[in-house]
């Protein structure tokens, strides 16, 4: 099954700030995420965070936040950045 990514309006802007390197792990999780789904146990400190939210991190100091939406085949990307103002 595919999934359907989408992202919350800041995450353009919050992109553009990020390092090249960071960007390209982050479109390699949409890209997983798009395969497979919210459950991502191969990247690094993936856990759950509550009801249908998720989080990873890209590197040590970058993390990318994510929930499942209502239809069940959406996610939505509301977080990406340093893990120091990650929304957790």
Same mark, same amino acid.
């Given at each position: 099954?595919?999934?359907?990514? =989408?992202?919350?309006? !800041?995450?353009?802007?919050? #992109?553009?700030?990020?390092?090249? +390197?960071?960007?390209? &792990?982050?479109?390699?999780? =949409?890209?997983?995420? !798009?395969?497979?789904?919210? #459950?991502?146990?191969?990247?690094? +400190?993936?856990?759950? &965070? ?39």
């Amino acid at each position: 099954m595919k999934y359907q990514i =989408v992202f919350k309006r !800041k995450i353009e802007k919050a #992109l553009k700030a990020l390092p090249e +390197n960071i960007k390209d &792990l982050f479109f390699i999780l =949409v890209s997983d995420m !798009k395969e497979s789904g919210v #459950l991502q146990p191969g990247w690094k +400190n993936f856990s759950k &965070l509550g009801n249908n939210k998720y989080h990873c991190h890209l590197t040590y100091s970058y993390v990318a936040c994510w929930e499942l939406k209502d239809n069940k085949i959406t996610i939505e990307v509301y977080y990406v950045g340093s893990r120091e103002n990650a929304p957790y």
